[in-house]
């Protein structure tokens, strides 16, 4: 890890720590994160940084548990099973924060591409790509008027429904690194759809990555399309 990235990982652990602390006290915040209530003022008050294994135990454990909590307390499923993510897709600076924990919980190889699929996605794709320095790609499910060509994929439903991605060709080159990510998994059709997309464009998948996944259906179908890792913030049975 370069000087760089320390500071990166050391600025990511007091981005937690202040979400953590809009509705908490210092007491409860030095119980949940096992650290001194006085160095938790320090840093949230921005007088100095974590070091950064403090900072790594910060973004890979508690961070994980207590974004994956907040993911939680704003999910609505409605009764008859739809889900209702506004409250995190909408919420920039928040998706901001998911971006380093996904990253180095689940150990993705930096990627060149995100690609996501249009328009849940994209919010999350973006937090992501700015991460990573990579570029964000995301299919649709119609063709833009003035390109020419495209990667195509389609896939019959178990609905009966035929659902077809469409990414321009241009947007993903031969031999690079590719992260799909989306707001949600649960069947994992979507998923399917964009890693054919990136292996029609001889790209080498670094990754699945979800904020949400509805049982395991999903994520099971992805393990078995690629070797790479697959993962998610928060898990709903």
């Keep these: ?10 600025l990511q652990a007091v981005s937690v720590l202040r979400m953590l602390k809009e509705t908490r006290t210092y007491d409860e915040l030095a119980e949940l994160t096992g650290l001194p209530a006085g160095d938790l003022n320090r840093y949230v008050n921005g007088h100095v940084l974590p070091g950064v294994e403090r900072a790594r135990e910060v973004v890979e454990g508690v961070g994980r548990n207590a974004l994956a909590d907040e993911l939680e307390a704003r999910v609505r499923f409605d009764d008859e099973g739809y889900v209702d993510n506004s409250g995190v897709v909408f919420d920039q600076s928040f998706l901001d924060l998911v ?80 992260l799909v990510v989306d707001d949600l ?10 890693l054919d997309i990136a292996l029609q464009a001889d790209a080498n998948i670094a990754g699945v990555f979800a904020l949400i996944a ?12 690629t070797e790479a890792p697959v993962g998610a913030l928060s898990i709903f049975e």
Excluded at 3 to 10: D, G, I, Y
Excluded at 142 to 163: H, N, P, Y
């Design 99 to 178: 971006a380093p924990v996904a990253a180095n919980t689940l150990n993705f190889e930096r990627p060149d591409v995100i690609l996501t699929a249009a328009t849940d996605g994209i919010t999350l794709g973006a937090a992501m790509a700015s991460y990573f320095g990579a570029r964000l790609a995301y299919a649709k499910k119609s063709k833009e008027t003035a390109v020419e060509d495209f990667i195509e994929s389609r896939q019959r439903l178990a609905s009966g429904i035929e659902l077809t991605y469409y990414l321009p060709a241009s947007a993903i080159d031969a031999g690079e690194r590719v």
């Design 214 to 225: 509805v049982g395991d259906e999903g994520t099971n179908r992805a393990r078995e399309l």
């Design 1 to 10: 890890m370069n000087r760089a990235e320390k500071a990166a990982l050391q």
């Design 185 to 194: 998994i649960r069947s994992g059709e979507t998923q399917e759809l964009l």
